[in-house]
């Protein structure tokens, strides 16, 4: 996701990319950990312009990670799609430490260094896809998730356990509360 400085104006350009998931070295790893899958392309359409010795960048990002429910463990596909809001600063030539970009400002937006006479925005972009996925992730708001005595999808209908009541499964059947009195 590289963009040459010299197509870098005051005046806003839009570029548009569309990369393999696989690609970008932190969707790579969360792949790996089995975290989430992302089976198709990175989508981004970027404005892109020089403002006040800044080069500013923001538009929408979007892809899809196939994730595995939390309450009934199937695996979905989930569409992520991002706003993204990035500045970036010129390093300058005596800071020789290029592992981390420096972010100065996190308040308004992240200010991300580059040096040479490109900008790589994979960075970035990688960054607000991982902020995008969810915590928790479920098919969908109200699964039922699995019963945990037979393992049976709740979602396709009720399975023949018991059910339990709101007091668990030691509470006696049809007991009553004692008449306060
Ligand atoms: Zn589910
Ligand atoms: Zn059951």
Do not use: H
């Not at 198709?40 to 020089?50: A, H, K, M, N, Y």
């Not at 995008?132 to 049976?152: F, M, Q, S, T, V």
């Amino acid at each position: 996701m590289r963009v040459s400085l010299r197509e870098i104006s005051e005046i806003q350009t839009t570029v548009a990319f569309e990369i393999p998931a696989e690609r970008f070295p932190v969707l790579r790893e969360i792949s790996r950990r089995g975290e989430a899958a992302f089976p198709g392309t990175v989508q981004s359409r970027l404005s892109i312009q020089r403002v006040s010795g800044l080069i500013e960048v923001e538009g929408r990002v979007s892809c899809t990670a196939r994730l595995s429910c939390a309450r009934c463990l199937a695996e979905f596909d989930y569409p992520i799609e991002a706003a993204i809001r990035l500045a970036y600063a010129r390093r300058p030539p005596e800071a020789a430490f290029p592992a981390e970009p420096a972010r100065v400002d996190p308040e308004e937006a992240d200010l991300l260094a580059f040096s040479g006479d490109e900008l790589d925005l994979a960075e970035g972009v990688q960054e607000q896809i991982v902020l995008a996925l969810p915590i928790r992730a479920l098919c969908r708001e109200d699964c039922r998730g699995l019963c945990p005595r037979c393992g049976a999808d709740w979602n396709r209908g009720p399975c023949d356990c018991p059910r339990e009541t709101e007091a668990g499964p030691f509470a006696a059947p049809g007991k009553r509360k004692a008449p306060g009195r």
